[in-house]
């Protein structure tokens, strides 16, 4: 009788353990990575934006947290998402540092370690890119298994872009009952080309367009922003859709959800260069009842945290290799402004983006940012910072802005084009939009000094190649996309003309 009553509670004692454990694995976060392609700072209405309309973005902001001071470590596309992924700044990513490179063998990479854990990844849209990740092994996107069956006409750019809401849905039908998932949603927009005067024609009035300080005011540069803003809607709109998808299933408010961009607006002096506007990037977060909504939080944020903050959300450590802090606790403190002290410095830095110079050179860059001061080591100031002339300022992308300010040789063309000195040091807090170099200021050489060296021992300290005598590594960094506009080319293209 004792072994048989032994034996009965063993079995239901197993089977409420059996119980505990399904229901703790329903109840498993979901996580939902929304990157916009080409969104700048401050392009969007909780930041104060009356001419782009953003309600997506601004509800997940305000039943969530807005953050003021969210960067990525590299102002263009693939590297950055490369940082995303690993949980690394660029510097530690081997050839993943520079824009249409291959993705190296060995990286640790979230939605791989997610995938192991049990949660079923995709990713539909852009994922890491542009380059090349086939060559060197990986099955699928390292951003996740590709869901991109379904695409659609926006109403504005005339070409197929894709059907995010449809691919979610499919990536849903596909996972488990029950299973978590983890899916990463790659806008394509506001990422050119645009439809040349489509926001005008929607209706949108020039004058209402909110210009930088480095750009002029012509009729081409307000329609040239009207268009980007279109598309910013467009992403927006389409965000909106699969948040609704996300309620009718019962899954918004055990869904964590981050919404982002890659980097600045694909403007002159702003994306793949190094001041302020390229690299400070929009971000809210959402979890429903996990959170306290309604805050605005201005610790800095890395985008080699998000890995170990989704690592850790999902209830795993980060792995030894992912460098980034997660941004976890601040979240859960339920507090606004400065939650932690310590997140207040932020370094940035490139080598090689796109080409356009001699022997496909890169223009090296580092730089550190603090919540009062930018300092900028440019390494090689005799080189074009966007591209040689002669091969069209390859390193920006083309567009109405683009044509206006190459147009004129001027102070917006020498912003934007023109040759940069060694050192540059901006008053960020009053001068966001870098215009006023203090660099040769005598009154702040102490200040330049200092920031110097603190930015130099941190790169050494996480490795950085050029800070250990081994800057020619970047050099031998393979190029895997068009060649059409490099210098070498342009050179045997017009020889034979």
Known sequence: MHTRHSRRDFLLGAAALSAQI????????????????????????????????????????????????CFTSNPKCSPSRATILTGRNSWQ????????????????????????????VGMTGKGWGPGDYQSTGYPHNPAGHEF??????????????????????????????????????????PHRPYEE???????????????????????????????????????????????????EIGELDNTFIVVTSDNGMPFPRVKGQIYEEAFHLPM?????????????????????????????????????????????????????????????VMLAGKERHDLGRPHDQGYPVRAIRTLQYFYVRNYEPDRWPAGNPETDYRNVDDGPSKASVTSQFDEYYRMSFGKRPAEELYLIEKDPSCMQNLAADPKYAAIKSELRERMEKMLKDEGDPRMLGNAAFFDTIKYTGPDSHSYDNYLKHSTAK
């Not at 109403?155 to 449809?166: E, Q, S």
């Not at 290799?321 to 310590?342: E, H, N």
């Open 93 to 120: 990513l081997r050839e993943a540092i520079s824009h249409y490179s291959i993705f190296p063998k060995g990286l640790t990479l979230y939605p791989d370690l997610l995938e192991k854990a049990g949660y079923f």
């Open 197 to 247: 005067g489509s926001g005008i024609r929607a209706g949108r009035d020039p004058k209402s367009v909110k210009l930088p300080a480095y750009l002029p005011d012509r009729r081409p540069v307000r329609s040239d922003f009207l268009d980007y803003a279109l598309e910013v809607e467009w992403f927006d709109q389409q965000l909106g859709r699969v948040l609704k998808k996300l309620e």
């Open 284 to 344: 809210s977060v959402r979890w429903g009842g996990h959170i306290a909504g309604g805050r605005v939080i201005g610790d800095f944020i890395n985008f080699r945290d998000f890995a170990p903050t989704f690592m850790e959300v999902a209830g795993l450590h980060p792995a030894p290799s992912m460098t980034g802090r997660s941004f976890l606790d601040i979240l859960k403190s339920g507090k606004s402004g400065i939650v932690d002290p310590t997140r207040n």
């Open 148 to 189: 991109q069956k379904f695409n659609l006409k926006p109403p504005y750019t005339g070409i197929a872009a894709t059907d995010y809401l449809r691919n979610f849905e499919d990536f849903v039908n596909h996972k488990g009952s029950g299973q978590p998932f983890c899916f990463w949603l790659g806008g394509r927009e």
């Open 22 to 69: 399904a229901t703790a694995q329903t109840k498993r976060p979901n996580i939902l990575f929304a990157i916009a392609d080409d969104w700048g700072y401050n392009h969007a209405g909780v930041y104060g934006c009356d001419w782009i309309k953003t309600p997506n973005f601004d509800r997940v902001a305000n039943e969530g947290v807005r953050f003021t001071n």
